[in-house]
């Protein structure tokens, strides 16, 4: 019989088996003239009669739990054969441990599939603690195959809160993010790590070397926009400490005065200025030598804004409205 | 990554950086191409391809091969992908098609309340938004008569969380989609009340990260398809002020690249169903934010031709970029507050009202995203010319794409309209103007005088 789909050897007709013989088929009810219709094959077709067949009389034995494993091979997007496999795992006390290896290998096929990792969730958080090292391994594994897969870094988030296993995590986070500075989600992880991480303080423990982390990253690439953006979220909702941090605006001029890849440096000054930061003549002069013609004379704060929007205006055509948008709406703050 | 493309790709490159440069290779061809046709055959080319894509529909509508069993628990959301897109085309069913249609998701009813991803399946909240969109844009009694809206309010509070959530099926997963489906569907049958959307606000502001988007579930990353749930669930319960709209649309408008589409998380690559996602984002957006930019009062006084040849001169990206800055909209300070604006945050929720009241919203700020270099995209590089769309060059057609490429391209049309249903000026269309789509309700991508008359019926 066949047992999954990556192993498919000649289909037995599931009628031909004794384990099934008192079982009536039960077909789909598609009506007389069905849409999207799927030209179903044989082997399905079957299968899901069996399947709608113990599942109408809520059959919780060992036969369903196979038909829910022939189903899922075939489509492992089906939740209503997930959710009773479930069903039929709790009422027959199964060894839950068989069905992290279920899983990893119906990941195999497809690792981006909402039922695969709810179910796994649910096997985890039933076998507790002692799973959170298998659990920690397999998104690893996912990682190194698509170190952005969203369900895998939901699924190893939900672990470290539910089951623990924070002692490495961020060294983890080092690891990828020297492996691809520009992968988001790891950059996504570290900061999860840093604000909930039980052996970490907290975020403002962490909150100074994590800005000299940002920084060096920003320096490297400040096309980046990952470290940016972690950057402002170290200071989340503490504009004050923003304003306050002076190696944020000295990262900025750094950028400037290369003349190049500006674009961030100057739109994280722009929320600098618009929070009442006050630059010093040397980022005045900065920003002013990148002026374009059209960008008016830098006086006040506020012209000092005005032209930053004004210069992201033509160094980012993409996204010019938003710049006269922004320019537009300056705060009152920024207008002395 | 605003730089084009170096000639080849180095050993010293990262996978997001080598992924992204194979990316901007195939793009910049195409676009390269486009810019050396001759001006009949740039037209052309950027012409929906309408015959080819309703066959495309009409024929998945009606079979499909055995490769779909992979959607054999989303059927219905293969009616609503294809029954949207031919409804933004304005090509209606045929009679037969559409009785057929009713009675198919008829049958995937659950006794006890919701649809299920086909006959006998459990009841899901996802499936249960694309049926319930899918019969709005049939219309007509028999379709709309057709739900039992007692027992769907019943299903979304056995879906209800005591945090707020809801969870997609019994048993399921608790995440931002399933609120959006979930307030949609309540709000579209006018069964949406207190209860069912209560904590809601708390559960989706849990999920606005630290980059200013929105996640699945609290600490996840921002992404496109969760900020438009995300985003619409707020409006639908009168709670949008709630979010940090400010970093919301920063991070948003930062999603549209050096391709022209939009991806759906930092540095990802860009894909052609983020057209709505994102683009939809911005346009909700443009209605919430309280004063800014419109394009000039001005009748048509920017010339198509800034358009054309922006569009033209496309002979490699950061060109493109640059040319196409000429086609901005001019600042205009002059309308704020002129009509409908920002509603305070009254305690007095009217949630029944929560959907007109936004559409009634005049779009204040033009467009804060790229409306038009978003059209060329979904039109040069997610279209295929024998029908359907897709995600990137190099992948393959499929309905879901075809129906959020769609669902961006309307979003990209009406844009800057000061409306919801006004038709836009020439210039806002890419290509020729019978381009131009059918609007839609920007909270539930349902084509809008379906909505208009569904919204008539559920008042009753
Ligand atoms: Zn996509």
Not at chain 1, 94 to 110: C, I, M, Q, S, Y
Not at chain 1, 186 to 206: D, E, I
Not at chain 2, 205 to 210: A, E, H, K, N, P
Not at chain 2, 379 to 398: A, I, M, V, Y
């Amino acid at each position: 019989m066949a047992s999954s789909g990556e192993d498919r050897r000649a289909w037995v007709p599931l009628g031909s088996l004794p384990e099934f013989a008192d079982v009536t088929p039960l077909p789909q009810d598609d009506g007389p003239s069905p849409v999207v219709a799927i030209a179903y094959r044989d082997e399905f077709r079957e299968t899901m009669d069996y399947f709608r067949s113990l599942y109408s009389s809520r059959e919780l034995s060992p036969r369903s739990l196979l038909i829910t494993t022939l189903a899922i091979s075939f489509n492992p997007a089906n939740y209503t054969v997930w959710q009773f496999r479930r069903q039929v795992l709790e009422a027959l006390d199964a060894d839950l441990t068989d069905e992290l290896d279920f899983t990893e290998r119906v990941a195999k096929g497809n690792a981006k599939n909402y039922q695969l990792w709810h179910h796994r969730r649910w096997v985890a958080e039933k076998l507790g603690s002692d799973a959170a090292y298998r659990e920690l391994e397999f998104t690893r594994k996912i990682f190194y195959l698509d170190a952005k897969n969203y369900h895998a870094w939901s699924h190893r988030q939900w672990v470290l809160q539910a089951l623990g296993g924070w002692e490495n995590e961020l060294d983890y986070c080092v690891q990828l993010l020297e492996e691809d500075v520009l992968n988001n989600s790891a950059w996504n992880q570290r900061y999860f790590v840093v604000t909930k991480s039980p052996l970490l303080g907290g975020l403002k423990a962490v909150r100074d070397s994590e800005v000299d982390y940002a920084i060096e990253a920003i320096n490297m690439n400040p096309q980046n926009e990952s470290p940016w953006r972690y950057l402002r979220g170290l200071y989340n909702d503490e504009n004050d400490a923003w304003l306050n941090d002076s190696r944020v605006p000295s990262a900025c001029l750094r950028v400037l005065k290369a003349k190049r890849n500006f674009k961030f440096a100057l739109s994280t000054l722009l929320d600098l200025l618009c929070l009442g930061f006050k630059p010093n003549q040397e980022i005045r002069d900065a920003i002013t030598s990148l002026r374009t013609p059209d960008s008016g004379e830098v006086g006040s704060d506020s012209d000092l804004a005005k032209s930053i929007c004004s210069i992201l205006g033509h160094e980012d055509p993409m996204r010019a409205n938003y710049w006269t948008w922004r320019s537009s709406k300056l705060p009152q703050a920024a207008e002395v | 990554m605003e730089a084009s493309p170096s000639p080849s790709p180095s050993s010293m490159m990262t996978v997001t950086e080598r992924d992204q440069w194979m990316v901007e290779r195939e793009v910049g061809r195409i676009y390269l191409l486009f810019a050396e046709l001759p001006p009949a055959a740039q037209s052309f080319s950027l012409e929906i391809q309408r015959d080819s894509h309703i066959e495309y529909l009409t024929n998945g509508l009606r079979r499909l091969p055995p490769s779909f069993v992979s959607l054999d628990a989303s059927r219905p959301w293969l009616c609503y992908w294809i029954i949207h897109s031919l409804a933004l085309l304005g090509e209606p069913l045929d009679a037969e098609l559409e009785d057929n249609v009713i009675d198919f998701l008829s049958r995937c009813q659950d006794p006890s309340g919701g649809y299920g991803g086909g006959p006998g399946q459990l009841p899901h909240l996802a499936t249960t938004y694309a049926v319930v969109n899918s019969l709005i844009t049939l219309g007509g009694s028999r379709s709309l008569s057709s739900i039992n809206r007692d027992k769907v309010y019943n299903f979304l509070r056995q879906m209800k969380q005591p945090s707020g959530g809801f969870r997609m099926h019994d048993g399921g997963e608790i995440d931002v989609r399933a609120c959006y489906t979930a307030i949609s569907v309540a709000s579209n049958l006018n069964i949406l009340d207190d209860e069912l959307a209560e904590n809601v606000g708390d559960f989706i502001l849990s999920c606005q990260t630290y980059e200013g988007g929105i996640a699945g579930e609290p600490g996840s990353e921002a992404h496109g398809g969760y900020t438009f749930c995300g985003l619409a669930t707020m409006i639908l319960i009168n709670e949008a002020d709630r979010l940090d709209l400010s970093r919301l649309i920063d991070w948003v408008v930062f999603r549209q690249g050096v391709e022209c589409g939009f991806q759906g998380r930092a540095n990802k690559l860009v894909d052609g169903c983020y057209s709505f996602w994102q683009g939809g984002t911005c346009a909700l957006l443009q209605k919430l934010l309280p004063f800014g930019v419109s394009e000039g009062q001005g009748e048509g006084d920017e010339s198509t031709d800034s358009i054309d040849s922006s569009l033209s001169a496309a002979s490699n990206l950061s060109e493109q970029e640059n040319d196409l800055k000429s086609a901005s909209p001019q600042v205009d300070e002059t309308c704020q507050f002129k009509h409908g604006g920002p509603q305070s945050a009254s305690c007095s929720v009217n949630l029944g009202n929560a959907n007109d009241n936004f559409l009634e919203r005049r779009s204040v700020v033009g467009s804060l995203f790229n409306d038009l270099t978003l059209q060329q995209y979904i039109l040069l590089c997610s279209q295929l010319p024998e029908g359907g769309f897709r995600d990137k060059p190099g992948k393959s057609r499929d309905f879901y794409h075809t129906c959020y490429c769609l669902s961006g391209l309307a979003v990209c049309q009406y844009s800057r309209s000061k409306h919801a249903n006004s038709p836009p000026l020439p210039w806002a269309v890419v290509g020729p103007y019978f381009n131009l789509l059918e609007p839609i309700h920007p909270l539930h991508n349902v084509e809008l005088s379906k909505y208009q008359e569904a919204n008539e019926f559920f008042a009753r």
